[in-house]
């Protein structure tokens, strides 16, 4: 896992941007705030990707990710050293703490390298890292 981190001087979380949109559950305008994932929201934002993002993606989807339990385990793992490295964003509705988006980031150097165990991870990420 590349070893880069958000120093931890810079003050977080940061509210990154601001806006107003349609609330899908009351069709009312609300606000919403982007910011850093607090720290104490980590494995929150984990279980999030695990439920949503993990059956949708069409990558994982094709290689049936979500069946196997050796490549969630390991993608939770991933997900957790990445919010790790303290640049995750979230978005929340203004009043709530419910993460309503979420934006994993990462920072690759040239060098850096994913190991992974999974064949079907190994598959996924051979591209992409």
Known sequence: MPPWHRPKSLERPQTWHSFKAIDPDTSQLA??????????????????????????????????????????????????ELTGQRIAQVCYREASDEIVALDLLNVVGKGDRLEVQSERLGRVFKDFW
């Open 31 to 80: 606000r919403y705030h982007v910011q850093d994932l607090p720290e104490e929201c980590r494995e929150e934002a984990v279980d999030l990707l695990g439920r949503h993002f993990l059956p949708d993606e069409p990558l994982c989807r094709a290689l049936r990710i979500p069946e196997d339990p050796a490549s969630r385990s390991e993608l939770r793992r991933i997900w957790r």
